[in-house]
């Protein structure tokens, strides 16, 4: 199956969706989980490329899948409980290996709450290795909206374990595993997160997160904390995904 080389009316719009943060996305200040605002991302942007013809469900047809690569959030406050709040977000071209995807959320009083934008790969779900995005994706007309934020091509990088201040110990388990069979995205912003202090996580402002490996389940993780930087390994020492916040 190969996906239409057509232009729906709806290809350039902006996506919206409204939403209540329930109990179960709340922290214990009332505050929206920032791992729980991801999975709302992650929901309007599926359903958003499903209305466009092309989702996973699109793409795994042709026996290749969208990947996560980035995430890079700007918070002014994250929504509270019961607080109703608009999701936008719009797709665009990067180049023949990447794509972007901007999200913003708003409070009903029309205020700009969070501002996000993320990287997206295509893998071969055989190989699990990037390859090329469909040339009728390519060749889509989308949104010529400015980013949500400006695209980096700023590298985080690794440092040494020896050097780490802290360190937490993780598992990785079957339920966190979603449709392309690897943990999903929304699990690691928890795990990275759950190294800082409540008083920083209350005062988080920015957060950049870089997935580099793939996870299966009943894999044991460790998460390592220098300064504002965070790294997560395998017990291979292998870097599965890097972080940093403000």
Same mark, same amino acid.
């Given at each position: 199956m190969t996906l239409e080389n057509t232009t729906p009316p709806d290809s350039?719009?902006?996506?919206?969706?409204?939403?209540?943060?329930?109990?179960?996305?709340?922290?214990?200040?009332?505050?929206?989980?920032?791992?729980?605002?991801?999975?709302?991302?992650?929901?309007?942007?599926?359903?958003?490329?499903?209305? *466009? $013809?092309?989702?996973?469900?699109?793409? !795994?047809?042709?026996?290749?899948?969208? +990947?996560?690569?980035?995430?890079?959030?700007?918070?002014?406050?994250?929504?509270?409980?019961?607080?109703?709040?608009?999701?936008?977000?719009?797709?665009?071209?990067?180049?023949?290996?990447?794509?972007?995807?901007?999200?913003?959320?708003?409070?009903?009083?029309g205020n700009l709450l969070v501002r996000s934008i993320s990287y997206w790969m295509v893998i071969d779900l055989d190989s699990r290795r990037p390859t090329r995005i469909p040339e009728a994706i390519l060749a889509r007309r989308f949104s010529d909206r400015p980013h949500a934020l400006e695209p980096t091509r700023d590298r985080l990088r690794a440092f040494d374990s020896s050097?780490?201040?802290?360190? *937490? $110990?993780?598992?990785?388990?079957?339920? !966190?595993?979603?449709?392309?069979?690897? +943990?999903?995205?929304?699990?690691?912003?928890?795990?990275?997160l759950e190294i800082l202090e409540p008083s920083e996580r209350l005062k988080l402002r920015w957060f950049d997160l870089v997935f580099l490996n793939e996870l299966g389940a009943q894999e044991a993780l460790r998460i390592q904390r220098m300064e504002n930087r965070l790294q997560l390994l395998n017990t291979e020492s292998d870097v599965i995904a890097l972080a940093n916040w403000s």
């Open positions: 350039t719009h902006i996506h919206s969706e409204l939403f209540t943060v329930r109990a179960s996305e709340s922290a214990p200040d009332e505050g929206m989980h920032l791992s729980a605002l991801t999975r709302l991302f992650q929901e309007v942007a599926g359903n958003n490329a499903k209305a *466009l $013809s092309f989702d996973i469900t699109d793409l !795994h047809a042709q026996n290749i899948s969208w +990947v996560l690569h980035r995430l890079q959030i700007q918070i002014e406050r994250l929504p509270k409980w019961r607080e109703t709040i608009e999701l936008r977000t719009w797709p665009a071209l990067g180049d023949g290996l990447k794509a972007y995807r901007n999200y913003e959320v708003w409070d009903t009083r050097e780490a201040e802290q360190e *937490l $110990s993780m598992q990785s388990y079957t339920y !966190h595993l979603d449709m392309n069979k690897h +943990v999903n995205n929304t699990h690691y912003v928890d795990w990275m």
